[in-house]
Nanobody, 124 residues
């Protein structure tokens, strides 16, 4: 089993920045991809970004490309999402997710492990 715990959410003004963290524990040797998803009220959970494999290949949703950066610290077993130039439409609960496969997947159904989520609110 893998446990994922997110932190770093909060309230920020439009144009501001936040950094989310996701700490992994347990059978982390089984993980080959970790990603971020988000879900706004009334919406389906949507892909934000993923980091894959030992080389750390990254992919982003078009809506966040150029503003968000996904990274990880393997020594600490922590993944990050640096969010810059935040917009009100970025408001959502952000979830950390992990899977064993190496392929690029954007469907939440392809991720086995999930964190509890952290709220990000962008408002003036």
């Amino acid at each position: 089993q893998v446990r994922l715990v997110e932190s770093g959410g909060g309230l920020v003004q439009p144009g501001g920045s936040l950094r989310l963290s996701c700490e992994a524990s347990g059978s982390i040797f089984s993980i080959n991809a970790m990603g971020w998803f988000r879900q706004a009220p009334g919406n389906e959970r949507e892909f934000v970004a993923v980091i894959i494999g030992s080389y750390g290949v990254t992919r982003y949703a078009d809506s966040v490309k150029g503003r968000f950066t996904i990274s990880r610290d393997n020594a600490k077993n922590v993944m990050y999402l640096q969010m810059n130039r935040l917009k009100p439409e970025d408001t959502a609960v952000y979830y950390c997710a992990a899977r064993g496969g190496l392929s690029y997947q954007v469907s939440p159904n392809d991720y086995r492990y999930w964190g509890q989520g952290t709220q990000v609110t962008v408002s003036s």
